[in-house]
DNA sequence: CCCGCCTGTTTAGCATCATGGACAACAGGG
DNA sequence: CCCTGTTGTCCATGATGCTAAACAGGCGGG
């Protein structure tokens, strides 16, 4: 019963959208090597591997960390939030069913347009939050959503992510992140 | 500037107190192969890393997660606690430089020539202790020393460990453990 | 001393990995 | 349709990991 470093593999490139080729391009190491690992036809020598890895970039320790069956839930619909409140005060928990969270909070709010820059950002840490008023654009990794009020999000933070005001009116989010960035 | 396998490899070893030969025998693999992961002569496989792991055992990941530069302090002189308390009360912290403590207490006494058992215990988490009255002989991994009132010990229960009273009074030992194995 | 047993290191040779390039399949545009 | 680009897979060859066995040094007992 050996590690499915292949499945692993494939399912980090999934992630971050890169096709084979583009990985291999960023990681200096040729396609069909990519492509024998994710087949599990050669068990890598960790140098190869880290080489990929960095690529992305990914360490090995994340990499064989990762929780590769439960792969997390990203985009929460209005009716997946959990109330946790009572009474006149209401406290909607974001992924509730994601165990051991990490984080505090942040009030935002977008100008029709605006974003948070032309690249996406990567930071260490989870983030996470709900849309309150307008619609924004969310993109994370190879996935992409447009979110509007009562609608919300979470994801670990070392994925490429990017946020844009794509309705007339202001948006307003509440959001949360942990190891505080700003 | 690549991961150093090799140390890494050599630490654990160490930790663990075993031969290059009685790591390869366990693992299935031949003693070269050790010594030349070791020297960093090779970028070994992650199958054979696997292979070589499982006989300590260890998973990849705990592997490439473990802090090699900061070998956790293990035993502590007299003088080494740290005096939290105050008045009355005198709690003197064990391990007080170690970040991210988890744990809680016991009082043990040893008669003369008692031990734990004839064979080393591992189990998850963390304990420490102080010893009150008479001598005690702690092994842990392949580390030994005789502990005397005011001296102390901390160290990860994953390593095997071994108390024995070697002297001719009762022992008593202020102790503690995370999470709770009794 | 010599012996046995331990330690880690080295080397020749074989097995496996990694490369560079060819290949088929699919998609969008002219 | 062709053309051009993408996708992932496959193959021959050179590079490297891994094994088996020999080697050198250390330590204790006869």
Redesign the interface.
């Known amino acids: 019963m050996?590690?499915d470093?292949g499945a692993r593999l494939r399912g980090v490139r999934a992630i971050y959208g890169l096709s084979q080729r583009e990985l291999a391009r960023r990681a200096g190491v040729t396609n069909g090597l990519i492509s024998l690992i994710e087949q599990n036809r050669?068990?890598?020598?960790?140098?190869?591997?880290?080489k990929v890895l960095d690529g992305v970039p990914m360490?090995?320790?994340e990499f064989?960390?990762l929780d590769i069956e439960a792969a997390p839930q990203v985009f929460y619909g209005d009716d997946e939030l959990v109330e946790i409140g009572s009474g006149d005060v209401s406290l909607r928990l974001v992924a509730a069913q994601r165990a051991a969270r990490q984080l505090s909070i942040l009030h935002e709010r977008y100008a029709p347009g605006a974003a948070t820059g032309d690249d996406a950002l990567t930071h260490r840490g989870e983030e996470g939050g709900v849309v309150v008023r307008g619609r924004i654009e969310l993109t994370v990794g190879a996935g992409s959503r447009v979110l509007g009020p009562g609608e919300a999000y979470y994801f670990s933070s070392t994925i490429p992510h990017r946020f844009r005001n794509v309705g007339r009116e202001p948006c307003e989010i509440i959001s949360a992140s942990a190891p505080p960035t700003f």
């Open positions: 050996s590690i470093v050669v068990s890598p020598s960790v140098g190869s591997l880290k360490s090995l320790a064989f960390t």
